[in-house]
């Protein structure tokens, strides 16, 4: 594998086999994946599946973790609905992910993404440790399968993620940076918390977005690769000087034919980037 292999963010619908041949055509070798729902998860599933990648010559790097009743409406409500974080739902949803570790195993990848949800902001917290015990508990689950946990960024600042991943205080446990993320829950300038993050950064999403209005209040908008305000020259740069190797992963999170365009874009231009900083 090159030392940074182009990907793409892939939901496993029944546009799966249009998303392969773009990445094919496209000549890109990787692949994060959205765990398909349980019931599509039968060997026969999972045969299919593989199969699926296989021939397209299509290595899947991480396999995310989605939870029913998760909502990215507006920023209060992925507070209430996203990931680990809420308590109501956090036990059924730690076995949630438990199984879509155990799936990932049988597809053969190393590696499981989530995003956990909003971490509180302070130790003292009482939602805090709880937190702290349910990503610990993953991890575990995950290690006993020589699999990393891949944190996505952006519901908290950098400095609030680095202090939990110490916390947490796992060999396993890993960050997938979204600087786009950081821009649309206005959770800080994505440059500078790639640099203190570094060394935890194990995946990425180059994904693209515009500043709010009102950061943190409102969305962002995310936009096609290179029109945002994350500037991905300098967002590549960092990653080169920190020695990052691993699959860069083009994220674009609408569907359709203009999906398939902007990610043939945005593999241009990132392509041309690593021409020129490489
Ligand atoms: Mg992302």
Known sequence: MDRL????????????????????????TTAQILAPPETERTPRHIEELKSRFIQAGIQITVVFCGFPGESYADIPTVKTTVG?????????RLT???KIADFARLVQVKAVGLHIGFIPEEQNDPDYRPLVEAVRSLCDHCAGHGQAVHLETG???????????????????????????????????????LEMLAPYVRSVHLKDALWAAHPG???GVEVPLGSGDVNMEQFLQTLINNDYAAPLTIEREIVGEKQALDIEAGAALIRSLLNRLL
Do not use: S
């Open 5 to 28: 292999p182009l990907g793409i963010f892939m939901i496993c619908d029944q546009e799966l086999p249009l998303r392969l041949a773009t990445a094919q055509r496209l000549g890109i």
């Open 84 to 92: 680990l974080a809420p308590t109501k739902t956090r036990a059924e």
């Open 96 to 98: 949630a992910a438990y």
């Open 155 to 193: 519901q908290e600042t950098a400095h609030v993620l680095l202090r939990f991943l110490q916390d947490v205080d796992r060999q396993n446990l890993a960050v997938n940076f979204d600087p786009a993320n950081m821009i649309l829950y206005g959770a800080g300038e994505p440059i500078p918390a």
């Open 217 to 219: 209040q409102e969305w």
